[in-house]
C-alpha cells in the first residue's frame, strides 16, 4: 500500500494550492483520511479528516474556513484545498490513511495507518 502526495510548491500569502494524495495497493473506500502538517523544527499535527463515507470532516481551527478535504474513490485520490494561505501554513504536508477511528481520533497522529512521504508546501513572498 503506498500514497504519494503531490501539489506542493512556494506561493504568496493569500494565494491558493491544492495537494493530492494517490492511493495504491488498497481500495480507499474503505478509509478514513487524514492530512497532517510538519512545520520546521516543529510536531506532526492534524490539519483535516474525513471519514470512510466521507460524510464527516474535522479541521484544525487554525485552517476552518481555509482548507477543504475531498475524496474521489473512484480515482482512489485524496485531495486538500488550501486557500487564503498565511506564512504560518508553511510545512511539510502529509496524507495518511486508516480504517475504523472516530472524529475524536481525528487528528491523532497514532491514529493513522499509512503514510505518505509528504510535499514541501512554503508561503512566502
Known amino acids: 500500500l503506498q500514497l504519494v502526495e503531490s501539489g506542493g510548491g512556494l506561493v504568496q500569502p493569500g494565494g491558493s494550492l491544492g495537494l493530492s494524495c494517490a492511493v495504491s495497493g488498497a481500495a480507499l473506500d474503505y478509509y478514513a483520511i487524514g492530512w497532517f502538517r510538519q512545520p520546521p523544527g516543529k510536531e506532526r499535527v492534524g490539519v483535516a479528516y474525513?471519514?470512510?463515507?466521507?460524510?464527516?470532516?474535522v479541521y484544525a481551527d487554525s485552517v476552518k474556513g481555509r482548507f477543504t478535504i475531498s475524496r474521489d474513490n473512484a480515482k482512489n485520490t485524496v485531495y486538500l484545498q488550501m486557500n487564503s494561505l498565511k506564512p504560518e501554513d508553511t510545512a511539510v504536508y502529509y496524507c495518511?490513511?486508516?480504517?475504523?477511528?472516530?472524529?475524536?481520533?481525528?487528528?491523532?497522529?497514532?491514529?493513522?495507518?499509512?503514510w505518505g512521504q509528504g510535499t514541501q508546501v512554503t508561503v512566502s513572498s
Open positions: 495518511a490513511i486508516a480504517k475504523d477511528i472516530t472524529t475524536a481520533q481525528a487528528m491523532n497522529v497514532g491514529s493513522y495507518d499509512y
Open positions: 474525513t471519514s470512510v463515507d466521507g460524510g464527516r470532516t
